[in-house]
């Protein structure tokens, strides 16, 4: 018999790490074709502002690790597109040409690259710009204005109404502006219903699984009913919660990358659960009303220690089944008496 001799993996899956970002890079594409429908041309060069330098920036730092950058990882294209996503059309382009940079160059690359990094690169990437730049990165146009390419934006900028619960107020938006995206906000996650068909086309692609999503946003809506910042009214608090800011698109496209995630399905759920009561914590008391990403990273902080526990709650369970088993069949094959 003749034996081929390959590398591994041996045992290998239809999906891989390429059609996996594929479908995600399709969704985020939609979505800045959205940015372009909202707010022309401009929304484009935000997200080519982003995307160039996380192209060059991986292929750099892949140089300077001595090894040669590879075209097929499309992790730089998601990245700069996610940041993208999350900035307002009316950035400067440097904005988010920074923290693309920063993304990749200090939150992926020290940690070992593509698939060993410990925070989410996006998630750094735009908390970083929102550090330095907060009075460019919280300042939304108004859809369907007219943006100039270039040059500085001189049309009105208005607050997301994120900021207006966070001031104890009732946003003046209502539900279907909020469901269409007809409001000064991020200008790739302004859109419910187009970012929940997202999140829908994932989970039945399986990029996604629901054990992380569900319980990330059932615990946000959770807290937002019991403590309710607009008005005391729990209902039309989660509504507004969930439909403010990026917490929605952050759920599908952020909070779900898989590299900075637990890996049982159990493990999910808890990390949903607990990145959900930091997000609220945030929000409630943060320095920003945005704050989904500052969440996103201190919750990628503990994925090790939910793994570490969950498996050894795991290996317990195993062990008392085994022990059960075995005890029974001791009792059976006793001798009568």
């Not at 239809?14 to 959205?34: F, G, H, N």
């Not at 919280?138 to 900028?157: A, E, H, I, N, Q």
């Not at 952050?250 to 990145?275: E, M, N, Q």
């Not at 997000?279 to 409630?284: D, H, S």
Request: charged share 15%.
């Amino acid at each position: 018999m003749k034996l081929n001799r390959r590398a591994a993996p041996h045992i290998r899956h239809q999906e891989s790490s390429r059609t996996l970002m594929s479908d995600v890079i399709l969704l985020l594409l939609v979505l800045c074709a959205l940015g372009f429908l909202y707010y022309g041309p401009r929304a484009l060069m935000v997200c080519a502002a982003a995307v160039i330098p996380a192209v060059i920036a991986d292929a750099a730092c892949t140089l300077l690790r001595g090894r040669a950058p590879n075209p097929r990882d499309l992790s730089p294209i998601v990245t700069g597109l996610i940041i993208a996503m999350m900035m307002p059309a009316s950035v400067p382009y440097y904005v988010p040409a920074a923290a693309s940079v920063f993304a990749i160059a200090i939150a992926k690359h020290p940690f070992g690259g593509t698939g060993h990094n410990l925070f989410n690169p996006a998630a750094a990437g735009f908390s970083f710009a929102a550090i330095c730049w907060p009075g460019l990165v919280f300042m939304y146009p108004m859809p369907f204005d007219r943006l100039p390419l270039f040059g500085d934006v001189t049309t009105t900028l208005y607050q997301n109404p994120a900021f207006v619960i966070k001031l104890g107020g009732i946003p003046s938006n209502d539900i279907t502006s909020m469901l269409l995206g007809n409001y000064p906000g991020p200008m790739g996650a302004t859109n419910i219903l187009v970012v929940a068909a997202c999140l829908g086309y994932l989970l039945f692609r399986r990029t996604v699984r629901w054990q992380l999503p569900v319980p990330f946003l059932a615990t946000c809506a959770l807290i937002a009913f019991l403590f309710p910042r607009v008005a005391g009214d729990g209902i039309q608090s989660v509504i507004y919660e969930l439909m403010s800011g990026a917490m929605l698109f952050g759920a599908v496209f952020c909070i779900t990358d898989p590299v900075t995630s637990p890996k049982r399905d159990t493990s999910l759920a808890v990390y949903g659960v607990f990145a959900g009561a930091i997000t609220m914590l945030f929000r409630y008391v943060g320095g920003y009303e945005e704050s989904m990403s500052f969440a996103i990273l201190l919750s990628n902080a503990f994925v090790s220690l939910i793994d570490r526990y969950n498996e050894s709650l795991h290996r317990m369970v195993r062990r008392k089944h085994l022990e059960a088993r075995k005890s029974k069949g001791g009792a059976k094959t006793q001798p009568l008496v």
